[in-house]
């Protein structure tokens, strides 16, 4: 490698990670589609009780 390309290297991989420590940390967790499913039937089927007084 040359040194112009070496210097650009460090300097792209510098920048990379400081994006990386700029963006934002609270990023929701990939739920797969199955999971979304399970999730929402599970919703649908507890009956939803309510208090007659």
Do not use: F, G, W
Not at 10 to 39: F, G, M, Q, V
Request: net charge positive; glycine share 0%.
């Amino acid at each position: 490698m040359n040194r112009r390309k070496k210097i650009k290297q460090l300097l792209e991989a510098h920048a990379k990670k400081a994006n990386a420590k700029k963006a934002p940390k609270n990023k929701c967790t990939y739920i797969s589609k199955a999971d979304r499913l399970k999730l929402a039937a599970e919703a649908n089927a507890e009956p939803v009780i309510t208090a007659e007084d």
